[in-house]
Every structure is written in structure tokens, then in C-alpha cells.
């Protein structure tokens, strides 16, 4: 909005990377988060020469990568019959957005209300992703659990947590007890919502 009056160039590569940031955000503007703000904010990038095809081809995975998403997602766990969690090899280091990319699709599995990815995302640092159907299991609320709020956090449908020195398999350890010492807040919190409208 800033930029309407006197407007604020920005060049074509810059609004593509901005909207790549949409695009992975939003998984390709299916998640709950999207809204008519979402599509007029991509509109105003598109303006200033934002390229799909530069965004799909920045996007597409390598034969390695999905390997690994492959191996990851037929490996998951389930927590109860609702929600599933995947590991990656502790060996392996992954990137950040890749393991986004596998809890997306995990949040895909129909009857799934919640699923995590744990991976090692540099040498001394464990990452886990959580989605959310948006309606049962406030992922946030798990989350922050998970590394204290101060290294977890994000949305009810859209979270993350980080921690330091360990290894994968006590991240697996961590999202347990978070699921069983706060699942019934994480649930509840959502039907105060509906109740009670958002927050």
C-alpha cells in the first residue's frame, strides 16, 4: 500500500522472489491462511513483473530431493489414528523448505488433522515443521512446546520449532510429550474458537 503513491519500483526479480515467498507460504495459496489479501498482494507483484514460470522452475525438485521426500513420507508414524509425524535420516542434512514441501504433503492425507516433519537443517540444528487441517489442532500451541516460544511458533494451521544440539530422534522424543501434555489445550483452543469466533 505504501508504494501506490509515489510509487516504489521494485525490479522483476526481486517481485519474483517476493511472490516465490507467497507461493511457498501459502502451498501454492491452498493453505487456511490465504485470503483476498493474499491474491491482491501476488496482483500488485505481478505488476512490477513477477514470473511464474521463474517461480515453478525455482520450485521443481531434484531427482536427490525427491528421493528423500519419498523416503521420508513412507516412513511416517502415527501419533493416533489422526496425526502422523515423519523423520529424516539424523545423518542427513535437509533443507528448510524441503521440509516444509514434505508436511504439506503429508497435510494432504485425507483424515489427517495434524502432521510434523522433524529434520536436521545444519550441523547443530533440528527443525519441526507442523500443518493443520485449520480446524482441529492448533500446530502453534504444539509447537511452542516443543522449543519454548521463543524458538517455536507461527499459526494454529502453520507452525515450526527449532532447537539446538540434538539429535533427530529427540525431536521424536519432544513432539511426543508436547502431543501428550498439550494436545487437549491445542484442541481446545480451537473450539473456543469456533465458539467464540477468532481471536
Known amino acids: 500500500y505504501m508504494s501506490i503513491n509515489p510509487r516504489v519500483e521494485i525490479p522483476s526479480a526481486y517481485a519474483t522472489l517476493m511472490l516465490g515467498g507467497i507461493f511457498l507460504d501459502t502451498n501454492n495459496f491452498e493453505s487456511k491462511s490465504t485470503t483476498s489479501k493474499t491474491f491482491e498482494a501476488a496482483q500488485i507483484l505481478k505488476t512490477y513483473g513477477a514470473e511464474n514460470d521463474k517461480i515453478y522452475d525455482f520450485f521443481r525438485e531434484d531427482i536427490n530431493e525427491m528421493r528423500l ?85 507461527g499459526h494454529f494451521h502453520m507452525a515450526a520449532a527449532k532447537f539446538e544440539g540434538t539429535s533427530v530422534q529427540v525431536g521424536e522424543t519432544l513432539l511426543i510429550e508436547a502431543l501428550k501434555n498439550h494436545l487437549d489445550e491445542a484442541t481446545a483452543y480451537n473450539k473456543e474458537n469456533k465458539e467464540g469466533g477468532d481471536r
Not at 535420516?89 to 508436511?103: L, N, Q, V, Y
Not at 493443520?132 to 492448533?138: E, K, L, Q, R
Open 69 to 153: 521426500i519419498s523416503s521420508c513420507t513412507s516412513r511416517f508414524k502415527s501419533y493416533n489414528n489422526d496425526i502422523i509425524y515423519c523423520m529424516t535420516e539424523d545423518s542427513d542434512i535437509i533443507d528448510e523448505a524441503t521440509i516444509s514441501k514434505i508436511s504439506n504433503q503429508l497435510n494432504h492425507i485425507v483424515g489427517v488433522k495434524a502432521c510434523f516433519v522433524i529434520g536436521r537443517v545444519s550441523p547443530n540444528l533440528i527443525k519441526v515443521s507442523g500443518r493443520s487441517d485449520g480446524v482441529s489442532i492448533n500446530v502453534q500451541i504444539i509447537c511452542e512446546n516443543i522449543a519454548g516460544k521463543e524458538k517455536g511458533g
